[in-house]
């Protein structure tokens, strides 16, 4: 008896855990546009859960979505020294997914260039960049989605502002670089806790990375640990933070290029938004604000919106 309860609870747990992830997708997409009739959206698979999870989720809201896309796998064998070729092929054939592997090997440029026990990823995003770039172009993708979810947003944002002196993290939808492709970021609002618990669930057949995954002191890492003790010391913070880059006040910031200060002038009229210097915000009075709610969503579910999500299945 007790063994069919729990069963039953996990059963129920799963389920919202599902609900909520496919909510939180679908309202990024819908936010940000980012993906629209006749798409072809080239997921990019990189053996991880968050890549696995964003494919699943992408599958199944193309079968409840009215707008018409198409989806095609693509992952970048680097030639990592033990890489398993056969686990991402074989996995895309169990689930009839078209993809495509691109065998390149960064690996030995990697480790060539970069001295032993120095951070590799940024020359190896460099390279797996320009490689991704050049295979949806071929593809005819137009759409490249990554794996980057909430968590990694935030910690974009810190890195850049601890470390790049810029108030900058990383935008779920950008042109490239090379200004001639689309990128998004599906998973945008999704905790990557929930994605733990999802890809665990599946039982995806995760792929470690051997040629950075063991660099434990890598900055990013320091800021996601710092992200993870405020929200267990101060649960909501990091909520109030990733909802403040998505409500900036240029006036209120000291760049120049944002916001015409030199020709700013008193106008008569009372603005809301004005300076309040002089004054104590009531925001900073109480212990703590509620969290924004999130907005219901719009694309790529057949049924009714959503309801505003509950605590729980805001994470």
């Known amino acids: 008896m007790e063994s069919a309860v729990n069963a039953e609870r996990l059963a129920r747990e799963r389920n919202k855990l599902h609900k909520r992830l496919l909510r939180q997708t679908g309202q990024a997409i819908a936010d940000f546009g980012?993906?629209?009739?006749?798409?072809?959206?080239?997921?990019?698979?990189?053996?991880?859960?968050?890549?696995?999870?964003?494919l699943d989720l992408l599958l199944t809201l193309r079968e409840r979505s009215p707008v018409k896309f198409e989806i095609i796998a693509v992952n970048l064998d680097q030639k990592q020294p033990g890489f398993p070729e056969h686990v991402l092929p074989d996995y895309l054939r169990s689930i009839g997914v078209p993809f495509h592997i691109e065998?390149?090997?960064?690996?030995?440029?990697?480790?060539?260039?970069?001295?032993?026990?120095?951070?590799?990823?940024?020359?190896?995003?460099?390279?797996?960049?320009?490689?991704?770039?050049?295979?949806?172009?071929?593809?005819?993708?137009?759409?490249?989605?990554?794996?980057?979810?909430?968590?990694?947003?935030?910690?974009?944002?810190?890195?850049?502002?601890?470390?790049?002196?810029?108030?900058?993290?990383?935008p779920p939808k950008l042109v490239s670089d090379d200004g001639r492709h689309v990128v998004i970021r599906p998973l945008a609002y999704v905790h990557e806790e929930d994605l733990v618990a999802y890809s665990q669930w599946r039982e995806f057949p995760i792929i470690p990375c051997n040629l950075c995954g063991s660099q434990e002191h890598l900055k990013r890492r320091e800021v996601a640990e710092m992200l993870r003790q405020w929200d267990k010391r101060h649960p909501g913070r990091t909520e109030h933070i990733f909802s403040a880059l998505g409500s900036v006040a240029p006036s209120h910031l000291l760049d120049r290029a944002l916001f015409?200060?030199?020709?700013?002038?008193?106008?008569?009229?009372?603005?809301?938004?004005?300076?309040?210097?002089?004054?104590?915000?009531?925001?900073?009075?109480?212990?703590?604000?509620?969290?924004?709610?999130?907005?219901?969503?719009?694309?790529?579910?057949?049924?009714?919106?959503?309801?505003?999500?509950?605590?729980?299945?805001?994470?």
């Open 34 to 54: 980012m993906i629209g009739e006749g798409d072809r959206v080239m997921v990019c698979l990189s053996g991880g859960k968050d890549s696995y999870s964003m």
């Open 260 to 315: 015409d200060f030199q020709s700013l002038k008193p106008s008569g009229t009372p603005d809301p938004e004005g300076d309040i210097g002089f004054d104590v915000d009531p925001v900073f009075e109480s212990h703590a604000a509620p969290a924004p709610q999130a907005a219901p969503v719009t694309f790529l579910e057949r049924t009714r919106p959503a309801a505003p999500a509950d605590a729980e299945q805001a994470g």
């Open 103 to 170: 065998n390149q090997d960064t690996y030995s440029i990697v480790t060539r260039v970069i001295p032993a026990g120095k951070t590799m990823c940024s020359l190896c995003s460099r390279l797996r960049r320009g490689i991704l770039y050049r295979v949806a172009s071929e593809l005819g993708a137009t759409r490249i989605a990554l794996g980057h979810h909430r968590d990694d947003i935030l910690a974009t944002f810190f890195l850049n502002l601890f470390y790049g002196g810029k108030l900058k993290s990383m």
